[in-house]
Nanobody, 120 residues
Framework: QVQLAESGGGLAQAGGSLRLSCAAS????????MAWYRQAPGKQRELVAR???????TYADSVKGRFTISKDSASNTVYLQMNSLKPEDTVVYYC??????????????WGQGTQVTVSS
């Protein structure tokens, strides 16, 4: 079993910054993908940023140039640095980790979600 511990959400002013963290622990052979998603009430969960085991990153168009995803492989932690925050970034953010628990077998895990609120 794998546990994800998220932290760093909260309140920021428009134009400000926040940094989200998500640490994975438990039975982990290796991590294939780490990502952040977000979901507004009544809407589908959407990808914000994604980073693979070899460091390839992908961003949603809405956050390109403002958000940066990074990881610390030694601690199985993924970060999301959010700069130039906008009120429309106000949603719940979820950590996503795809873990190899045995060779050839990957499981996906979600964090519990952390609220980000940006005031105008």
């Amino acid at each position: 079993q794998v546990q994800l511990a998220e932290s760093g959400g909260g309140l920021a002013q428009a134009g400000g910054s926040l940094r989200l963290s998500c640490a994975a622990s438990g039975t982990i052979l290796s991590i294939a993908v780490m990502a952040w998603y977000r979901q507004a009430p009544g809407k589908q969960r959407e990808l914000v940023a994604r980073i693979t085991s070899n460091g390839i990153t992908t961003y949603a168009d809405s956050v390109k140039g403002r958000f940066t995803i990074s990881k610390d492989s030694a601690s199985n932690t993924v970060y999301l640095q959010m700069n130039s925050l906008k009120p429309e970034d106000t949603v719940v953010y979820y950590c996503y980790v795809e873990v190899a628990v045995r060779p050839g077998i990957n499981f996906a895990y979600w964090g519990q979600g952390t609220q980000v609120t940006v005031s105008s």
